[in-house]
């Protein structure tokens, strides 16, 4: 890290040796002390900058960890299962960061395989105080956004807040303790709104009243939305590829597809879905023996090989 020379009049604070978890605190707590309208914060990277920066609740923070579980209570009791992203990745992914970007949370979603991720769920949490002259006033808004996983779709955004302003302490919006107090005993009641709204965004997304699963930054794994396939078809002439072409269109669940790829003996199409995944795998065996074909269905997740032999 490069050495930053503050002028000799300038009004700055040193601590050494402070933790990197607390830390955000320490910066929150010396912005509202100091009273300054503007506050720079350096760091060794943006990433940590942008971590501590944001006027969000922290996802290690108690009040961020009540309000997943409240969310999860929701969504389980809408018949979605849960997936926590920390139990998910424990072993395999770098743990104990503050945020995660959307891009991130798409690639461990990917790479997760059991069970294996439908929708991300990413949201923050925005505390604000408002003092007057009888007290400190609290409310938090919840926004975010639902991620369909396979399709790299929106399914939907979201927005909640508290029911009505909760009165706190006098000067409580300048004390971070304090703030927290108030927050964390009010974040069952953000997490169930948010919950709620969450619910009501997977089962529109979902087919018909089928139960999925869900993830907190979260994941679905029944095939309640749409799924997107990659087929490679192998050693296939035009004229076999005419007859796949049909028996996909098919397929139950059957929404819509796209050749990416198309040689003499090699076919590569993009093919969205409504049906589940075992159903549809199973369907493309069948095809072969309705085909009078012999071959191979190879499938990773979504990416599958039909091969003649």
């Known amino acids: 890290m490069k050495r ?15 933790p990197e978890s607390s830390t955000s605190a320490v910066a929150a707590n010396e912005i509202l002390r100091s009273g300054n309208p503007i506050a720079i914060l350096l760091e060794e990277d943006l990433p ?3 971590d501590w920066a944001e006027d969000t609740i922290p996802r290690k923070s108690q009040v961020f960890e009540r309000v997943i579980d409240a969310v999860a209570g929701q969504l389980n009791k809408a018949g979605f299962k849960v997936i926590d992203e920390t139990m998910a990745t424990n072993n395999s992914f770098t743990q104990g960061r503050v945020r ?7 690639k461990i979603a990917k790479a997760i395989q059991t069970p294996p991720i439908d929708a991300v769920v990413t949201f923050k949490i925005y505390p604000y105080f408002k ?3 009888t007290t400190t006033w609290m409310n938090a808004r ?6 369909n996983v396979s399709t790299n779709a929106i399914l939907g955004t979201f927005e909640v807040t508290l029911p009505e302003e909760v009165a706190t302490e006098p000067g409580c919006h300048k004390n971070r303790a304090c703030a927290l107090k108030y927050m964390g005993n009010h974040s069952r009641n953000l997490g169930q709104e948010l919950g709620s709204a969450l619910a ?11 139960s999925g699963n869900a993830s907190a930054s979260a994941g679905v794994k029944k095939a309640a939305l749409m799924q997107a396939y990659k087929f490679t078809f192998d050693n296939f002439d035009a004229s076999e590829f005419n007859q796949i072409e049909e028996y996909l269109v098919a397929f139950s669940g059957y929404d819509t597809h796209k050749i990416i790829q198309s040689m003499s003996q090699n076919t590569v ?21 309705f085909m009078g074909v012999q071959g191979q269905v190879n499938c990773v997740k979504t990416t599958c090989t039909i091969t003649k032999i």
Do not use: C, H, Q
Not at 100 to 106: A, I
Not at 269 to 288: C, F, G, H, I, P
């Open 4 to 18: 930053v020379l503050l002028p000799k009049n300038a009004n700055a604070l040193f601590i050494s040796s402070t």
């Open 48 to 50: 940590k900058a942008e």
């Open 100 to 106: 995660r970007t959307n891009s991130e949370l798409f």
């Open 131 to 133: 003092a007057d002259n």
């Open 142 to 147: 919840a926004t975010g956004r639902l991620l």
């Open 200 to 210: 009501v965004k997977l089962s529109r997304a979902a087919v018909g009243n089928v």
């Open 269 to 289: 199409v993009w093919y969205e879905t409504k049906s589940d995944d075992a159903r549809l795998k199973r369907n493309l065996r069948k095809m072969l023996d």
